[in-house]
């Protein structure tokens, strides 16, 4: 049984440019949900997906968007790059209605 | 911004030694849970305890719950090298925010052999 997968695990970009992460759910779950960890902080929730729709979300400018698949996998799309959201980009999946979460094991976003 | 603050941010004792961090949190919660986190990569999920529950265990963990004092205590028993890692208390809010977590800034724990 497959845990949370992300894709990729590194990436470098430069200022001002756009990137797409990937995120496939624990196999059943149907709820997926973002966070960004900066080094040496804990994680911020960015947003959450149900049902293909952005459920709740945080406190993240419209630079942050995403999207869930009918297979509820999701992506995660960041435009216009600042040095400022390098960190590391965790997914988390759940079932409806279930409160733990589990987690994939992140990208780690570099700005330069 | 961050729910919660753990104490100590940073704990190294040996082998054998009881490991005991703390979590406070400032708003109402449906409950708080307790994930642990290797060398910056993915989260794992260890306890979960309700606001109607005061002390709850798993294994090797207790974790305490005092709603009045708006605080969490995680205590690792007979701590081994592999509990190494950062551990981080995540509050879900009431009214029940889905599972949505707040997190603390995390306590980083060496066991050293």
């Known amino acids: 049984d497959a845990g949370v997968t992300q894709s990729p695990t590194h990436l470098i970009k430069t200022r001002g440019q756009q990137v797409t992460l990937r995120c496939s759910p624990k196999?059943?779950?149907?709820?997926v949900s973002w966070y960004q960890q900066a080094l040496g902080q804990g994680p911020q929730f960015i947003f959450q997906?149900?049902?293909?729709?952005?459920?709740q979300r945080g406190n993240f400018p419209d630079r942050f968007s995403g999207h869930q698949f009918p297979n509820y996998s999701s992506e995660l799309n960041v435009n216009a790059l600042l040095l400022g959201d390098s960190a590391l980009y965790l997914c988390?999946?759940?079932?409806?209605?279930?409160?733990?979460?589990?987690f994939g094991s992140g990208t780690q976003l570099s700005v330069l | 911004s961050q729910q919660g603050e753990e104490d100590p941010q940073a704990l190294s004792i040996q082998e054998g030694e009881n490991a005991t961090m703390n979590c406070s949190y400032k708003?109402?919660?449906?409950?708080l849970q307790w994930y642990r986190q290797n060398s910056g990569r993915g989260l794992v999920h260890l306890i979960l305890?309700?606001?109607?529950?005061r002390e709850k265990h798993s294994g090797r963990l207790r974790v305490t719950l005092d709603t009045s004092k708006k605080s969490s205590s995680l205590l690792i028993t007979a701590s081994r090298a592999a509990d190494t890692a950062s551990y981080f208390c995540a509050t879900v809010r009431q009214p029940n925010a889905g599972n949505m977590l707040t997190f603390g800034g995390g306590t980083r724990l060496m066991v050293k052999p």
């Open positions: 708003t109402s919660i449906n409950n």
């Open positions: 997906y149900y049902e293909e729709e952005e459920r």
């Open positions: 988390a999946s759940s079932l409806a209605g279930h409160e733990k979460l589990f």
């Open positions: 196999s059943g779950h149907d709820t």
């Open positions: 305890i309700r606001s109607n529950e």
